[in-house]
């Protein structure tokens, strides 16, 4: 994991522990609220995984999660959560997993240029404690400009400030 920034020190963590691992032991009982994470890699090497992972870990432990993927539609996301034995589906019903599929809007003829607005500005996907972007650059690999990037660390803070984590 890179770029882990942790604005609220003394704020807690949401915690991701489960007894089938030990990943909250090496994230030192889990992810700091307040917090934005970013996990890199080469394709292929993992990163959706440990994402569904952390997202499972946390509803686990009572926190809320909007996921967004790029790669999924809701019925592959719910198979391949089931296939790991994440069993989502209560979360789902009762509302503390909101998935957001955007796979078929990328497969579209239009490009997706108004991503960071419409994430921005959408207080929906704000709502739950945690928001899990799978994979945010394929969303904003076209529209990440100096302006635009100054614009989402600023809307990050402001996030981040509400001990909601990213």
Do not use: C
């Not at 963590?13 to 909250?24: A, Q």
């Not at 307040?34 to 499972?56: K, P």
């Not at 926190?63 to 790029?70: H, R, Y």
């Amino acid at each position: 994991m890179a770029g882990m920034e942790n604005n609220g020190k003394g704020r807690g963590v949401f915690p991701i522990n489960l007894r089938s691992d030990e990943l909250h032991l090496k994230l030192g009982g889990g992810v700091p609220k307040g917090s934005v994470v970013f996990i890199e890699g080469m394709e292929g090497s993992g990163r959706s995984v440990i994402s569904q992972r952390l997202a499972y870990g946390f509803l686990n432990n009572g926190a809320s999660v909007t996921f967004i993927s790029t790669e999924m539609t809701i019925k592959e996301f719910i198979d391949q959560m089931y296939s790991l034995e994440y069993k989502i589906g209560p979360y789902l019903l009762k509302e503390k997993l909101r998935y957001v599929p955007v796979y078929p809007l990328l497969s579209d003829s239009r490009p997706r240029e108004d991503f960071l607005q419409k994430l921005v500005s959408s207080s929906s996907l704000w709502e739950t404690d945690v928001l899990i972007v799978d994979s945010f650059s394929s969303l904003v690999k076209k529209e990440l400009e100096p302006k635009q990037t100054v614009e989402l660390l600023s809307f990050l803070k402001k996030v981040v400030k509400m001990d909601k984590s990213v």
